[in-house]
T-cell receptor
Framework: LAKTTQPISMDSYEGQEVNITCSHN???????ITWYQQFPSQGPRFIIQGYKTKVTNEVASLFIPADRKSSTLSLPRVSLSDTAVYYC??????????????FGKGTSLLVTP | KAGVTQTPRYLIKTRGQQVTLSCSPI?????VSWYQQTPGQGLQFLFE???????NKGNFPGRFSGRQFSNSRSEMNVSTLELGDSALYLC????????????FGPGTRLLVL
């Protein structure tokens, strides 16, 4: 499984754009990059997934450079309710041996007024 | 569609006892994965079951075991509980594979005294 590295914590003010970068130097050809969000005492919630270039949905954007050794989750105009832990994961969801998600410790985002 | 459900939500046990946790996946989902979350180690993968077979396993001792039934419901068992087993145990389900994301339940919080 590819190892990921992301900042332990980040702070932001309401209304700002937040970019969280994740490094995954050993990403394999068939690996996808997935981001999850977790609030205290709840299970993680899927945010976005991508393979290369840029992916956008109603919640966030995911930027993946050509070498795929890193990715950046972009949250536009954050609000207080975006305070959570964000996990970057890399893995092959099509693997016949299963799909083990290594969450690591994630990035704890604190949004303040 | 109902989400992933886990029972019980909270549990207190003493050292040396054993515990069984239950997870009901989203209807139609055949893959169930289990995770342990602690403040010190973060969110760690335990194992994944698909069609009643364990197809992936994390790095946990044999005291941690699981099974899946024909209706895709899954149970996780921890024998000879240790204080360090106190954690939030999360279950996640997905249909099969093919870039499908996992949907997490609310978790079972286990306290070992």
């Amino acid at each position: 499984l590819a190892k990921t590295t992301q900042p332990i914590s980040m702070d932001s003010y309401e209304g700002q754009e937040v970019n969280i970068t994740c490094s995954h130097n050993n990403i394999a050809t068939n690996d996808y990059i997935t981001w999850y969000q977790q609030f205290p005492s709840q299970g993680p919630r899927f945010i976005i997934q991508g393979y290369k270039t840029k992916v956008t949905n109603e919640v966030a954007s995911l930027f993946i450079p050509a070498d795929r050794k890193s990715s950046t989750l972009s949250l536009p105009r954050v609000s207080l309710s975006d305070t959570a832990v964000y996990y970057c994961l890399v893995g092959d969801p099509n693997s016949n041996s299963g799909y083990a998600l290594n969450f690591g410790k994630g990035t704890s985002l604190l949004v303040t007024p | 569609k109902a989400g992933v459900t886990q029972t019980p939500r909270y549990l207190i046990k003493t050292r040396g006892q054993q515990v069984t946790l239950s997870c009901s996946p989203i209807s139609g989902h055949r893959s169930v994965s289990w995770y342990q979350q602690t403040p010190g180690q973060g969110l760690q993968f335990l194992f994944e079951y698909f069609s009643e077979t364990q197809r992936n396993k994390g790095n946990f001792p044999g005291r941690f075991s699981g099974r899946q039934f024909s209706n895709s419901r899954s149970e996780m068992n921890v024998s000879t509980l240790e204080l360090g087993d106190s954690a939030l145990y999360l279950c996640a389900s997905r249909r099969t594979g093919a870039q499908e994301t996992q949907y997490f339940g609310p978790g079972t919080r286990l306290l070992v005294l």
